[in-house]
C-alpha cells in the first residue's frame, strides 16, 4: 500500500492525488500573490505554498478539490511543508472521490452505529428510551458522518459517532463503580448531548459553522429539539425536562456555553466524561506525533500546555 | 385614606389586616421557638418576631393568610421592626382579599397591555409581528401579573408587564436617535425577552423558581417556545433565528445565563436597554426610601455600592 | 461629485489628492526597505505600501502631508489595499488643504456647538449651569475639533462633539421616562465628562497621546479643572464635589480607569449613555461596511465580536 | 440492632452513648456560657447544645470522650438538632470505645489493602513498583485508617485507602479504553498522590491539618519522600522525575496548590479520577440524605451548588 | 504605673476610665435592647455588651465619652470580652481626656515632623522642594495626628505621619542600593502620597470618611492640590505633572483605586514601599498578640491569611 | 578600549568578533531559507539576518560558536538590527573564548561570594546556619555563575549571585526598620530561595529549562534538598520546617508558582524583597536604552508596561 502523506520524513520526495480541504490567498512582500493550501489524505494533512499564481489558479484550486501533485517535504520552521513542483486538477478519469481523502474515526461507521443501537435497545426506562431512538433516527444520516468539532479534538468523519460511543463505554465502566448512578439517564444525554452539531456545522467536508450553529448554538438547538420530540411523541414527566436540563449543563459553565450548571448528578457526571473522552484524544494524537524524550507542540484547547513523553514504558 | 404599613414612622402604633409573605420559623437561645414573619400591604413590608409559637401557632401563621396585628414600629440595627401586641386570624367576615395586600405595578394592568398591544400593531414585519402576538396572547393572563423577579427588581405584581412597558418606551427614543435599528426586531425581543418567566416563577404570590426554571431557565424556554411557534404558524425565514438570538443573548455573558454573547446589533442595544431599566428601578426605589445627603444601603445586585443623594435640586 | 476612496470597488482605479495620516517603515524579507501608508480623504482610508523606497522617499511621505496618488483597489487577505502606480507630493499650485482630507463628523460644526448651548441654557441649578458654561467657553476651540479617541469610536475631526450631542438628545429621552433623574446634573456631566480629551490627545491631525495624557488622563484632569473653576467662579456647595464625581466615575470600574465607581443615580446613568452612544457608533460603522447576510469584521472594543447584519428588514 | 443517631427523625427520643467529636464554648445573650457539641456514632453525627454550663461541664465533656444522652430529635431552621434531657460521661464498666463511634469507609480495611496490594503486584516496570511498596509498606498503617480530608469528601477513618481504590479501580476501566496509557505509572501516582496526608492531618480522630500540614502540605512532602526512597533504594531514571511530578501536578492548577499543571498525559488522567471520584462520594452522600423530588443542600466544595434528585428510575 | 486595658489577662477585674469609641444597639432574642461597646485606653481596645439598657443609657453612652468601668474579662469565641458590672460617666472633676484613651503612634508627634523636615530640607531640586514644603505647611497640623487608615493599618493617632516617617527611611536604603533612583522625586511622592487622608478620613476620633472621601478620594483630591499649588507658586516643569502621577499611581491598579498603574520608576517604587510598610505594620501588631508556636488570627487585608509564630530564634 | 556591540549607533560600522547565542532558521516569502542569529559581546547583543544560506552555512553558524562579522548597524522598526556584510568562523589561532563574550554581572564572582560568606558567618542560629552553609557549599560552583532566569531579570552570567546579594543588602536595611525580623531566617531563606536554579537552568551559554527544571521546578527540589540536608546534618527543630515554607511561599500564590502563599513574617518580606529586585533590575536596564523624555519599550513581565524616563534631575 501508498505512503500517506503524513509518513512522508523531511526531504522525501511526494507523488500523488491530494484534496485541498483549505485555500487562502496572500501577497507576497514583493507584490505578487500566492495561495496557502491545506492538503490532505487519509493518513493527515500538510500545508503547502504555491508563489506567483494567476486569477485562473485562484479560480482552480479551490477547497473540495482533488489534485495531483509532485514536490517534496522540507522543514519551515520546524514544521513539515510542502514544496510544490508541479500542481495540476485530477483528471475525471483518474477516479478520485473526494470523501477517501478526508481523515476519518479509526473505527467503521455501521459497526459504531450498531453498537449506540445496542445501548439503545439495553434501556429500561421507557420514555427515555423514546425520545432518544427518535432523535437518533431522525439524524442518523448525518450524524454518522459528522465531526465533533471544526479543530482541536475529533474533528473528523465521523467523529461524533466516534467519540459518543467512547463516552458510552467510559459511562459503563463508571456506572459499575457508582452503581447509584442511573444509567439509561446517562446513557440518553451521552447519545444527545452533542447531536446537534449535525446542524451547529455544515458536514465533513470544509466543515465550518452555520448561521444558526453561531446565533443559537448546538446546546439551545438540542434542548428544543427534545422539548419538541416529547410532544409529538406525547411523553410526559420529569424525564423531559431532566434529560433537556443534561444537555443544557454539558458544557458546565456559563463562560463555557451552558446556561445552566450541572444540578443533576448524571448532568456532573456528563460533563466530566465528555471532558475526559476530549482531552484524551488530544492528547494521544499530540504524543503520537512525538519522539519519547521529547514535548508535544503547544496544545491549544489544554492551556497552551505542551505534555512530556517519558522514554520508559511499563 | 388609611396609612400603609409602609409609612409608619418609628414608635408609632400599628392596628390593621396585613398578609403573610413569608414565616420561618426559629429557636431562641432560650431554647424556645419563634417565627420570622415578613408581612405587607400594598405600601410595602415590614418584618415582625413572634416569640414563643405553638405547635398550632405554626400551623396556622403561614404565606399567603391575612392577619389582624396590633403592635407598634421599633427600630433594629437601623431597620424597621414590628413589636407585635397581638395578632389574629382575620375572619372571613372581615372581608380581606389576600391579592389586595401584595404590592404591584404603579399603572393599571389593563392600561399597560394595551399600550404594548399599540406597539404589535405597529409592526411592519408581518412575520415578526405574527409570531409575537401569537406569544403574547398564549401567555397574556400570566404576563399580565408576573413579577419580573423574585428579588432585586420589579419584584411586585405586574411587575414584568411594567418593565417591559418601560423598555419599549426606552427603546422607542433610542430608535430615533440611532435610525439604522430595526424596530420591530427591537420591539418583539423587548416584548418576549423575559416572558418565560411565566413559566420559570411561580406566580405573583409567595414568588420562588419552579423545577423548570431551576433547571432550564427562562432564557431557553422562550427560545423553544418562538421555534414551536414558527413551526405551528408556518413561518420561515431568518426573522425567527434571528429573535431566538435576542432571547438567547439579553443577559450578555455566560457567566450571566446566556449561552450566545449578541452578535446582532438590536441584541446588543437589547441587552443594553435591559440593563437600564432594572438599575433605574432598584435606584428609584432605595433612593426613595433615603432622605437628602444620606447614602442607601447597599444595594446588592448594583455589586453592594451604597448611593448618595445629594441635597440639591435642578 | 468625486466619488471618495471609500466608495472604490476592489479593481477599480484611483485617481486623486490624498493624505497621508500614518507612515511606517518596514524591511521586506529581501533586505529592503518600504513605507506602509495610511491615506485619508473626507470618506475614509486605505492602506497602501510603498515598495523599495529610497532615503529621500522616507524624508518626503510624512504623515500631514497631502500626495497625488494613481493606482488601484485589490484584495489582500479580506481587506481592500491600495495597489499604488504613481505617487507624488500634491504641488502647492493645486490648493490642497490637509484639514479637507480628514474624515470628520456627519453634522456641522456650529450648528452642533449651538445646540450643546441650547443644553445650557435651559439649566435651572444656577451654580451648575455656570460651572459648565464657565469651562464649556474655555476649551471651545479645541472641543469643537477634537475626536472623541484615538480609534474605536467617534474617532474623527469634530467627534467629541458629536458623542457629546448625541448622549445629550439620548439623555434627554431618558429623563422623560425617569423624572426622579436630576437633568442639570446629568446634561452638565455628559458637556465635561471628555472635556479633557482636549489636553490628553494632540489635536484632529496625526491623533496621538500627550504626556500628560498617558501620566494623568482626562479624567483626573478635568476634576481638577472644576475644582479651580469652582475657586476662580466663588462656588460652593455639593454641586461641585458631585459634578466631580460624575467625571471621576464614569469609565464605572478601576480596571476602565475610573478611581471611584458610581455612588450617585446621574453617574450611573452618565455611564450608560455613554456606553450606549460609543458601542452604537462602532456597530453602525462597522455594519455599513457589511453587506446583508455576513458578519462585520471583530470589533476590538466590543470583546473582538464579530456582527451578523441579517437580511430582512421591518 | 440498635437504630444509629442518623435514623432518628425529628420528634425521637434518643437514648445511647455518643462520641464527642467537637465542642465549642459561646456565651448565649442572657451572658451565660453553652457548649456546642458535634456528637457521632457510626452513623453519622448531630448537633446539641448545652445550655447554662459550669466550669466543671467545659473541663468535662471535650472532644473524644463517650457520653450517654438521653433526649429528643427536633427541627432547628431545617437542619436536626438534638434537644438534651440529660448528659453523662459513659463509665468505664460500660464498654465503649472512641473507635467505635467514628464514622467509617464502607469495606474493610483488611480487604482493601489486600486489593491495593494485587494493584501493586501486577505492575510491570520494576522501578516504579519498588518506589510504590516502598513508600506504601512505610506508611501502611497510618495509610489505613487516615481520612482523606477534614470535611467535603472522604473524611471518616479509612476515607484515605476507600479513596485510592475507588480510584485504581476507575483508572483500571479508563486504561483499558485508552492503551496508551502506561497504567503502572497511573496505579503508582493514585496510590501515592494523597499518602502524605498521614502527615498533613493529625489521624482519624479530631481530625485537623498539623503545622507541617499548614506550612508545606502533602503535595510536597511525598514529592520530596519519593525523592529520597529513590536515593535509599539506588533507583535512577525517569520514573522517579515522573513519579514526583505526577504528585506535584495533581490537583492541576496553581490556585489549586499544585506547582505545576500536568505535563505528561498519566498527570493529567490522575487529576480527573481524583476529581470525579472526590465529586462522585459528596453528590452520593448528599443525594442519599435528600428524598426524590427534592433539592440537596448546597455543596461547598462544588460551588455551592444544590442538586436536584429526580423522581423517575431506570 | 497601671496597667493598660491590653495588658489584662482572661479572668482578671478592671476598674478604670476607659474611652466609648463605638457603641451599637442591638435587640436581644429575649427582645430587649442592649449595647455592644467598644472602648479603650492607649493599650488598646475591648468590647464590652450592656444588656438590658434603657432609652436613657442610649443616650449617655455615646462614642467620645469617657466612662469608668469595672467588670472583668472573659474569654467569648476566643477573643477576649469585658463583662461590666458597673458602669457611669466619668465625672468632670476626675479630669479624664478623650484625647489621652486613643492609642497613638509610638513616636512622638513633634521629633517625627521634624525628621520629616529634614528629608524636606535636604531635598536638592528646587522645585519639587518648594511644592512639598508648600502642601507640608498647608496640612502640617491635621496631617499630624490623622491615621492613615480606619482599620487595617496605622489606625491610631498620628498613623499617618509614623506610616510617611517609616516610608521614607526605607526609601533612604533601597535609594543607596539603586542609586539611579531620584531621592527627591520619591521622597517628595511619600511624603504627600496620603496626606489628603486628613480630608478623606474625619479625623483622630471616632474615625470614618467624609462624603469628599468617598465621592472623591484622597487620590484624586491630592492630584488636583498639586496642580492648584504649582500654579500659585508658579512653578512649572515636568516636575509637577511627574509628582501628581505618582500619587495618581501609588495604589497601582484600577481596581485598587489608581486611576493610572505606575509609568515612572520612582511611582513603581513608591507602591512597593507603601506595600511593605503596611503589611509589617499589620504584621507585626498581630503577631505580638500571638505566643510562640501559635497562628494570629485571620488578616483581613492580607488574603484573610493567618500566619504562624515561630519558637524558635536567632 | 574598544567599543562593544551595544554602544554602536545606528549607522556606524561593525567589525569584530561575536558570540552566535541563538541561531533560528526561517524561509522568506521568495521560498529560500534564512538565518536569524542573536549575536552578543560583554555589552549586549542583536540580532541579525543571513539571507540565502546554504545547508553548509546552517550547520556551521550554530549557538556557541564565535564568528567575525563586519557588517553595518541599521534601524528595523524601531529597533537596531545588524546588516551583514561578511561573516566567518573565528579561527581558532585568533584566541577567542566563548565565555568572554556572554554578558556578565556588574561585579567580579569572587568578591560576591565573599560578601554573601560574611552574612552567613554573622548568623546566630546555629541550625539555620549549618543548613544554609551546607547548601550554599554544594552547589557555590554552579550557583556562582548560574543565570537567574532565562528572559526578564538577571539572565547573565553570575546573574543569581548578583540578586541574592543585592537581596542580601535590601534586606539588612529593612531588618533594620523593622527589628522584630528574624534575620537569621531572612538571609538563609535569601541565599537558598532560588539556588536550585543550577538546576533547573542549564548554565550560563544558551540557557534553557532542563527536564527536572519542567518538570518538578527549583522551588519543590529545594525544599525537598532542605529537607534531605537537615537529615544528613541531623538537624532536627521548626527551623527546618520554617526555612523549606519560606522556600516553597517565595513566589506568593499559587498562579505564580508556589505551593502556599507566605504564612510566616519573614515569607511574606522575603517575596517582597525578591519583587523589588526583580523589578529595579528590569527598570534600571530599560531605561538605560532610553533618552530622557521618551518612554521604555514595554517590558514583558511588568504587565507590559511602558516606562517614562523624565527630563529633570534631583
Keep these: 500500500m501508498k505512503k500517506g502523506i503524513d509518513q512522508h520524513q523531511i526531504g522525501e520526495s511526494v507523488e500523488q492525488h491530494l484534496l485541498i480541504k483549505n485555500a487562502k490567498k496572500g501577497i507576497a512582500s514583493n507584490g505578487k500573490p500566492f495561495l496557502t493550501l491545506h492538503v490532505t489524505d487519509k493518513s493527515g494533512e500538510i500545508e503547502a505554498k504555491m508563489w506567483g499564481i ?62 449506540v443501537n445496542q445501548y439503545l435497545f439495553d434501556m429500561q426506562n421507557a420514555k427515555l428510551q ?39 463505554e467510559l459511562a459503563k465502566g463508571i456506572a459499575m463503580q457508582y452503581p447509584s448512578l442511573n444509567k439509561d439517564l446517562l446513557y440518553a444525554g451521552i447519545i444527545l448531548h452533542d447531536m446537534a452539531k449535525v446542524r451547529e456545522l455544515s458536514g465533513p467536508m470544509a466543515t ?18 427534545i422539548e419538541e420530540a416529547a410532544k409529538e411523541l406525547s411523553i410526559e414527566g420529569e424525564e423531559v425536562l431532566v434529560l ?9 459553565k456559563g463562560e463555557w456555553g451552558s ?34 524524550g521529547e514535548f508535544t507542540e503547544r496544545i491549544f484547547a489544554m492551556d497552551q500546555r505542551s505534555f512530556y513523553k517519558p522514554t520508559f514504558t511499563e
Design 244 to 252: 433537556q436540563h443534561l444537555i443544557l449543563s454539558h458544557h458546565a
Design 54 to 115: 494567476s486569477a485562473d489558479d485562484e479560480a482552480k484550486f479551490v477547497p473540495g478539490t482533488v489534485v495531483h501533485i509532485s514536490g517534496d517535504v522540507q522543514d519551515f520552521r520546524g514544521m513539515r511543508q510542502l514544496r510544490l513542483k508541479a500542481i495540476r486538477l485530477s483528471a475525471s478519469g483518474e477516479q478520485v472521490n473526494p470523501e477517501d481523502f478526508l481523515p476519518s474515526a479509526p473505527r467503521g461507521r455501521d459497526e459504531m452505529l450498531e453498537e
Design 130 to 168: 423514546r425520545l432518544t431512538r427518535h432523535l437518533f433516527k431522525k439524524h442518523q444520516q448525518a450524524f454518522s458522518v459528522s465531526p465533533a468539532a471544526t479543530k482541536n479534538h475529533h474533528e473528523f468523519v465521523s467523529g461524533l459517532l466516534y467519540h459518543v460511543l467512547s463516552m458510552l
Design 259 to 292: 446556561p445552566k450548571p450541572p444540578l443533576v448528578r448524571e448532568a456532573e457526571i456528563l460533563h466530566l466524561i465528555d471532558n475526559i473522552d476530549a482531552k484524551m484524544n488530544m492528547l494521544d494524537r499530540a504524543l503520537e506525533r512525538t519522539p519519547a
Design 208 to 225: 465550518q459553522y452555520t448561521l444558526e450553529g453561531k446565533l443559537i448554538g448546538h446546546i439551545s438547538m438540542m434542548s428544543s429539539e
